[in-house]
Structure formats: C-alpha cells, structure tokens
C-alpha cells in the first residue's frame, strides 16, 4: 500500500502532472494541498478516469485540501475545529481500514506578519485534535504540508537559519506535541541523517542547488508505522514531465506500507 502527500500549488496548473504520476506511481492513498481551487473546478473527471475518487474542502484561488483514494473516501470531518477563519485547510476522510488527514498549515510569512499569530493558532488546534484522538483505536495518517523544519537537518540553511519563520521554538514545540501524542514522524524514524527536503524556490536554481527544506510530512499511529517498508521524496517529480507539464515547488513524499508489521 503506497500513502501519499504533495502539495500541488494549484490543481488546475498542476492537473496533468498528477495524472501523470498517479498513472505512474499507483499510490492507493493522497493527500493534496493547496489546491486553489473550488469543487466545480476540481477536475473530478481526470481523476475518475485515471481511477481515483476524491473528497476536498476548497477555496477560490487560495489553500484547499483534498484526498485522492482508489476507494472511495467517506468524509469524517471538513475543518478543524477552532481554526476556521484560517481557510480550507483540513479534511479527514475515511478510507478502508485508515482515517486520513490532509492538512495545510498557514505559511506565517515573517515573524511580525499578522499571518505568524494566526500559524501559531493553527497548529495549537491541530495538536489539540491529535492530543483528543489519541485513545482512538482507528489507524490514523496525518499528510500535509506543515511550513515547519522540525530540526535544522530539514532546512538547508542549517542552524543558521533557527529563529526564523519555519524554524522558531514556538513552531517547532507545537509540531512536536503531534508526536508527544503518539503520532510517529515516518520519514525521520526510517531516515533520521537524511535531510529529506521536500520544497525547493523556483528562483536561483534552488532545486538543482539543493537548497530545499522538509515542509511536507505524513505522521501516523505506531500500528501504521510499524508496517512502513519504505519512505521516500518523488524527486523526478519536482521536474518538469517530457510532456512539458509544470511542476509544483513541492514533491510528492510516499510511504510504502506491507500487509503487516515489519
């Protein structure tokens, strides 16, 4: 079973690039975000022919989240509560056997931007949810793109960089409450020397230059991580297709999961 998290940056823009990498890579589980975009403008239709159904919460050219699954998803809940005012940025659905959340954290901007304060709500109120569900024997996934660097291993400025939005105490303490509540960090507990950056700028030849930062995560209850094979980030798909198609500055991060635990 492959789960996923990429944050497309504009379904419309980046539509064909997703079927091309569904069609390739076969991941049974997504979780998408910044989709810019409303329901009547989601291209259900691709992605019914490419064998995929989907659930999102959108917004009219700004945040939205989704989940693609190969069955279809039953929605358990459209927002999260408490952080309403910070856009459509949640979603959890029911999939087989998993609940999934698909999450967008608010970007913050700069440290006196209004937008910090309202970063620093949401992922208290995350936290909260997670700390809430904690006693649920439900397999539960968190995908989604945090705009936090847990560590200075996850940035490519390094310690240099600590104190400054994506990697100040105040983000870092509220990501780390998700894993004080039970959740595992699946990337970091198979690969906790490699960087694993997952977002690069599109100036400056950042990409190439490997000047990226770990914003995207999936985190998961133990009884899921204990069956994680593999986790990697889908390089090749930072990159434009032969076909021409335009990349998002985020990659697709997947784990790989086996019928049972490893």
């Not at 975009?37 to 989704?66: C, I, K, M």
């Not at 039970?182 to 490997?210: E, I």
Request: hydrophobic residues 45%; glycine residues 8%; aromatic residues 10%.
């Amino acid at each position: 079973m492959l789960l996923a998290t990429w944050n497309v940056n504009g379904i419309r823009a980046r539509a064909q690039r997703l079927t091309e990498w569904l069609a390739e890579r076969k991941p049974d589980v997504v979780c998408l975000q910044e989709l810019k975009a409303t329901d009547p403008d989601f291209p259900h239709l691709e992605l019914r022919g490419a064998g995929y159904h989907a659930v999102l919460e959108g917004q009219q050219s700004w945040n939205g989240v989704a989940i693609l699954a190969k069955e279809p998803p039953t929605i358990v809940a459209r927002e999260l509560p408490g952080a309403a005012d910070a856009g459509a940025r949640f979603i959890v659905a029911r999939v087989g056997e998993l609940e999934v959340a698909s999450v967008y954290v608010p970007n913050g901007k700069t440290l006196d931007h209004p937008d910090y304060a309202v970063k620093l709500a949401f992922l208290a109120r995350l936290a909260e949810y997670v700390e809430a569900r904690a006693k649920d024997a439900v397999p539960f996934v968190l995908g989604g793109d945090f705009n936090v660097c847990r560590t200075a291993l996850d940035s490519y400025g390094g310690a240099a960089f600590d104190g400054h939005i994506f990697q100040t105490p105040e983000e870092r303490s509220l990501v780390a409450r998700l894993q004080g509540a039970g959740l595992v960090d699946l990337f970091r507990a198979k690969l906790p020397a490699d960087p694993g950056f997952t977002w690069w700028d599109y100036r400056f030849g950042a990409f190439h230059k490997k000047m990226g930062m770990r914003l995207d995560m999936l985190f998961a209850t133990p009884d899921v991580a204990a069956r994680v094979a593999t986790v990697t980030v889908d390089r090749d798909y930072r990159k434009k297709s032969n076909a021409g198609a335009v990349p998002s500055d985020h990659a697709p991060l997947v784990a790989e999961l086996s019928s049972s635990a490893n």
